[in-house]
């Protein structure tokens, strides 16, 4: 196989690893979401929700307790488990975070909660998992863009298998 391939499906496979605290934090929140709302239900001065219904304390907090958890596993396989937490937890909190200025803008330009924002709903966790990420982390050019590129990907095929199994209402 070409030496080149096997460089692009490496690097993939290191950030799809990297950024799995993330990935899992994201889905678990979706999943196991539901209660109060971050902005418990409160305006912003456009007279819009902030946030809407859809982020919620109890996603936030299983969401960031499961990139918790995997970053521990990943520490415990890297060596590191304290570092491993440490950049789980940020992953994971950066991915919700990310997740909700999504929401936030998606409520500015008045999309409402459950419509599609191409580009916004696949990219918003990953640029806030990045960001929070890179207090701990110093992620390289090369994983940035990789990251960019492929988490669309691996969003939008999730969300159309959950779609196909029943467990979402929309494809995307």
């Known amino acids: 196989m070409n030496p080149d391939i096997i460089n692009v499906l490496n690097m993939a496979a290191y950030v799809i690893y990297f950024m799995?605290?993330?990935?899992?934090?994201?889905?678990?929140?979706?999943?196991f979401g539901g209660?109060?709302?971050?902005?418990?239900?409160?305006?912003f001065r456009d007279g819009r929700r902030i946030l809407g219904d859809g982020v919620t304390w109890r996603g936030t907090i299983i969401g960031?307790?499961?990139?918790?958890?995997?970053?521990?596993?990943?520490?415990?396989?890297?060596?590191?488990?304290?570092?491993?937490a440490?950049?789980?937890f940020s992953l994971g909190l950066g991915a919700l975070l990310g997740d909700a200025a999504g929401s936030f803008i998606k409520r500015r330009i008045n999309i409402s909660r459950g419509?599609?924002?191409p580009v916004l709903d696949q990219l918003d966790f990953v640029?806030?998992?990045l960001l929070l990420s890179s207090l701990v982390f110093n992620p390289s050019l090369e994983l940035i863009a990789v990251a960019l590129i492929i988490?669309?990907?691996?969003?939008?095929?999730a969300n159309t298998i959950g779609y196909l199994?029943?467990?979402?209402?929309?494809?995307y």
């Open 20 to 31: 799995l605290p993330a990935y899992l934090a994201n889905v678990s929140a979706l999943t």
């Open 35 to 43: 209660g109060t709302p971050l902005d418990f239900g409160r305006e």
């Open 64 to 84: 960031t307790s499961i990139g918790t958890v995997i970053g521990i596993l990943q520490g415990v396989i890297a060596g590191d488990i304290f570092f491993g």
């Open 86 to 88: 440490l950049l789980g």
């Open 115 to 117: 419509r599609p924002a």
């Open 127 to 129: 640029v806030g998992a």
């Open 151 to 157: 988490s669309p990907i691996l969003h939008l095929s």
């Open 165 to 171: 199994l029943g467990m979402k209402d929309v494809w």
